[in-house]
């Protein structure tokens, strides 16, 4: 069993930077790509950005210049920096593990997995 693991959320002034990160935990092989997706009250929950195994990004373009995705790889934790936070930034942030692969006996079996959430606020 995989567990997403998310720190990092709180509360902070327009302007100001938060890092996120998540660990997933498990008897993991490879995951395949990880990233963040975001929920406000009363909306659909979003993309974030997303990073591959290999580094690529993608990005929402609402966040692009602004939030920075990397990841760890040894570690299978993967971090979120925001920067110049807006109140529209405010949601409940979800760590997200795609193509997470994990050995079930001598077959290796894949999942998507997701955390908990963490509550990022901004406030103006």
């Known amino acids: 069993q995989v567990q997403l693991v998310e720190s990092g959320g709180g509360l902070v002034q327009a302007g100001g930077s938060l890092r996120l990160s998540c660990a997933a935990s498990g008897v993991i092989f490879s995951i395949n790509a990880m990233g963040w997706y975001r929920q406000a009250p009363g909306k659909q929950r979003e993309l974030v950005a997303t990073i591959t195994g290999g580094g690529s990004t993608d990005y929402a373009d609402s966040v692009k210049g602004r939030f920075t995705i990397s990841r760890d790889n040894a570690k299978n934790t993967v971090y979120l920096q925001m920067n110049s936070l807006k109140p529209e930034d405010t949601a409940v942030y979800y760590c997200?593990?795609?193509?997470?692969?994990?050995?079930?006996?001598?077959?290796?079996?894949?999942?998507?997995?997701w955390g908990q959430g963490t509550q990022v606020t901004v406030s103006s």
């Open positions: 997200y593990a795609g193509g997470t692969y994990t050995w079930v006996g001598v077959n290796l079996a894949g999942h998507d997995y």
